[in-house]
């Protein structure tokens, strides 16, 4: 059976010692007071609810599965999924971010971000549940009417209620302008809702009383393409006038999808037929509510990465100490055994370093981006706010795509370091690998991210956002830049953000010749400004690890993150030269090609 321990000590390194979250927390009112203690006293609970409640169901939910009866259009979630979600719901953690005005708790969103970093770590499939509730709850309060936030927001709130998103078709997924749900006005100011959607997460379940589906559909004078979307709440049970629940909404599921991974969560085909809705925001303008949720989506889902990272790390770690094999080729080891544990291997080393740079570099980026957006929502200086919104567009694209695409690669070397018992699904690590190739697919393909990043955060303002992350880049190496023992770690994000410069204008006037030129890079792209904002973390954690150690603090904590820094930097971040090079190589070793693809 898998293992899993909560990783608090890098969590509130990551917090309390490197972005000092207490002390951005006093520039905002509604967090002024929130202290290092409270947070680590919530996390600490959290982990206990991740490692005690849902971690011991993520083998057995992903071997049972859910189950649809068609004749009533109810699934069944695996055994133990509902008691779990009524802790969950006891325990208050649906409220914890949610503003106090709803019912929330209106903790800082890092607290929240954590939590749901211990959940996907724990159990991807059952946290999608949940997970889903507050994208769709952050649309709503974003552009719902007062009626709308007063009729649904409380209820999701609590748990009560949960949420999804209703987008993907069958003949359309990331090109959107295709789809075909019709939404015709009715006397009564509601809408009456007709199509099919795909692919919907926890689209119907058993969990809770009512779900919100927030639904993309057309207008009968709707223009044609993306700006011819409007949005749509519609709940499985209509909501009467006093908050009660009504009658049975004309939304149901029609079939499940028989997938790779993520056995545990409800993967649906859902059924418009004459569904009852509600407009959200201003008709032809859903996508702009809708993307709040599919911004909020592509961060959880760079979370849910960032879980399965950590946890695969985890069980491959213990494993390699224990497993005997072979000898070291330095010489025996552990002389009274039989043979070596397997960790004495370099090559077993750089797997599992692999893995521990990724989840520890990947918590810093996603507790960055989680501090990003206190401040979008919370600071009162206008222009932090505006600052921060476009640091948090820039990174988002970054943050699905580098910690998924990691994510990837770490469970499958976690997997190896098991030789054939990592194939066996009695140990977990295969259930990693699945749950983790979703994560590079849904929520806009991490190629659609490429594309997004150097498209339009880049190059569509003349890399002026991405110059704001290399001033960051600056600083550090201007304080440190003569510092012999920051050196191995400066040298290299200062030498990437100089070129970073003359590379991104290369492909931007190749592009503006030929716009192949930009499908051609942008992959390769994204994994370069991947490195680049990983190394500046990197470099940011050594720091501090650095300076604790000169400081006479023996605490072995700091010596191993520096270690994992030095390993960082040695063998991941020079994969940006290659890249950069892959990436030159242009459009024509692609594109002129129709005799080989024939």
């Not at 909020?296 to 946890?311: D, F, I, K, P, Y």
């Not at 600071?379 to 699905?400: A, F, N, Y």
Request: aromatic share 8%; glycine share 10%; net charge negative.
């Amino acid at each position: 059976m898998p293992i899993y321990n909560p990783p608090l000590r890098d969590m509130q390194f990551v917090m309390h010692e490197l972005f000092k979250v207490t002390d951005e927390f006093r520039a905002m009112p509604r967090h002024a007071d929130i202290d290092v203690d409270t947070i680590n006293a919530i996390l600490e609970e959290a982990g206990k609810f991740a490692s005690e409640v849902i971690f011991p169901l993520n083998i057995s939910g992903d071997t049972e599965g859910c189950q649809l009866n068609r004749e009533t259009h109810e699934v069944t979630t695996p055994k133990g999924f509902k008691e779990a979600y009524q802790t969950y719901v006891a325990g208050g953690w649906p409220a914890l971010s949610c503003d106090p005005e709803f019912g929330g708790q209106g903790l800082p969103f890092v607290v929240n971000q954590c939590l749901y970093e211990m959940m996907n770590s724990a159990n991807q499939a059952w946290t999608m549940y949940p997970g889903l509730t507050h994208g769709a709850y952050a649309a709503l309060e974003a552009h719902g009417t007062p009626e709308q936030k007063h009729t649904y927001l409380p209820k999701m709130t609590s748990g009560e209620w949960t949420g999804t998103m209703c987008l993907t078709e069958p003949h359309c997924g990331t090109d959107l302008g295709l789809l075909r749900t019709k939404a015709e006005p009715q006397a009564d100011g509601t809408y009456k809702l007709t199509g099919t959607k795909i692919f919907i997460s926890a689209g119907e379940h058993d969990l809770a009383e009512n779900i919100v589906h927030l639904v993309l559909a057309r207008l009968p004078d709707a223009p044609p393409g993306i700006k011819g979307i409007s949005l749509f709440i519609v709940p499985k049970f209509r909501v009467n006038a006093d908050g009660s629940l009504g009658e049975r909404n004309a939304i149901f599921c029609a079939g499940l999808e028989h997938k790779m991974g993520i056995h545990g969560n409800a993967t649906c085909q859902m059924v418009l037929d004459g569904a009852v809705g509600t407009m959200v925001g201003q008709p032809n303008k859903g996508m702009q509510a809708m993307f709040v949720m599919m911004n909020a989506a592509r961060l959880g889902v760079g979370n849910q990465s960032l879980g399965l990272t950590e946890v695969a790390y985890q069980n491959a770690l213990a494993y390699a100490k224990d497993r005997l094999q072979m000898r070291s080729l330095s010489g025996p080891k552990a002389k009274d055994k039989p043979a070596d544990p397997i960790i004495v291997h370099p090559d077993v080393r750089k797997m599992l370093l692999t893995a521990k740079a990724y989840a520890e570099g990947g918590r810093a980026l996603a507790i960055f981006c989680s501090v990003l957006l206190e401040k979008v929502h919370f600071h009162p200086d206008e222009k932090v706010r505006k600052d921060s919104e476009e640091m948090l567009s820039l990174l988002t694209p970054i943050t699905k795509a580098f910690l998924t695409d990691n994510g990837w690669q770490a469970t499958m070397m976690c997997q190896q370091v098991f030789g054939g018992h990592g194939y066996i699904k009695e140990w977990g690590m295969e259930q990693f690998v699945r749950d983790a190739r979703i994560n590079m697919i849904y929520e806009g393909t991490n190629t659609i991210q490429a594309l997004d990043l150097l498209g339009r955060k880049v190059l569509s303002n003349n890399g002026a956002t991405l110059k704001k992350f290399g001033k960051l880049v600056a600083q550090l190496v201007e304080e440190e830049g003569v510092n012999e023992k920051m050196a191995e770690f400066i040298n290299p994000i200062a030498m990437l953000g100089d070129q970073m410069t003359k590379f991104t204008t290369e492909i931007g006037f190749k592009g503006m010749q030929n716009p192949d030129e930009i499908g051609a890079a942008a992959v390769d792209y994204l994994r370069v400004a991947g490195h680049l904002v990983f190394g500046y973390f990197w470099a940011r954690m050594a720091q501090v690890a650095l300076r604790e150690i000169a400081a006479g603090n023996t605490d072995p904590f700091y010596a191993a993150k520096l270690q994992t820094a030095r390993f960082y930097f040695a063998k991941l971040f020079p994969e940006t030269a290659s890249l950069m090079r892959t990436a030159r190589a242009g459009a024509a070793p692609l594109m002129e090609t129709e005799l080989a693809l024939a």
